[in-house]
């Protein structure tokens, strides 16, 4: 099996801590460079990567040959622009969720992916976590009866204005970084896609959403979901049937 050779666009802390270690001692990868413009942030990564090699800009790392894909941990609102340069450099991409920002821009996304022939994925982890799969499974399969209410809450504290979650030019808000999870399991889960939103409540702070409270119809159930960057950490789904 051939070694997939990765790069990493920026030195993010998430990068640092979860996916770069998690990207090196995976099968069938190896992590050989990482983008950034402050030499003194790469030293962590070459803690478990002692061979990286280290480009101060970010083409200078997709111009690098010996890498195959880039994992994009960069803040939102660049997400769409540095997905298109890869796969235009030849790299399949990885990129945070939301990959991009407007709906429209999936579809410049996807014709790019096409064009290439490259792998162009978003990192939303309910779609490949064995916990998920299985609960799709119990759902469609029918033993929770029929399906009547799905209630999500997921919240943490974060009011630090230094914070790219609370930077509206950043592609900051609570809907962008957590409200995906509420609703993407639900569609993942129930294999359906929202007919209607009666109801969004959604509260802002210099700009950015903080905190949101939405209904939605399904085909013959409801979804109730909570989602805040300003309440105490919680996460919880209940996906309620007739049976179960």
Known sequence: ?????????????????????????????ELVALATSHPDKAAPFQTFAPQLAVHSSYEALLADPDIDAVYIPLPNHL?????????????????????AMQAQDYEQLISARDTTGLLAAEAFMIVHHPQWIRAREIVQSGSLGRLR??????????????????????????LPDIGTYAFGCTRFVTGQEPTAIPHAKIDYENDVDVFAQVAARFDGFDLSATVSMRMFPFQQVVIHGEKG
């Open 1 to 29: 099996m051939k070694t997939l050779r990765w790069g990493i666009l920026g030195a993010a802390q998430f990068a640092q801590e979860q996916m770069a270690p998690a990207i090196h001692a995976a099968k069938g990868a």
């Open 79 to 99: 997400h769409v622009e540095w997905t298109l340069k890869a796969l235009q450099a030849g790299k399949h991409v990885l990129c945070e969720k939301p990959m």
């Open 149 to 174: 209410h799905v209630a999500v809450n997921f919240s943490f504290f974060n009011d630090d204005t230094g914070n790219i979650r609370n930077d509206p030019k950043a592609g900051g808000g609570v």
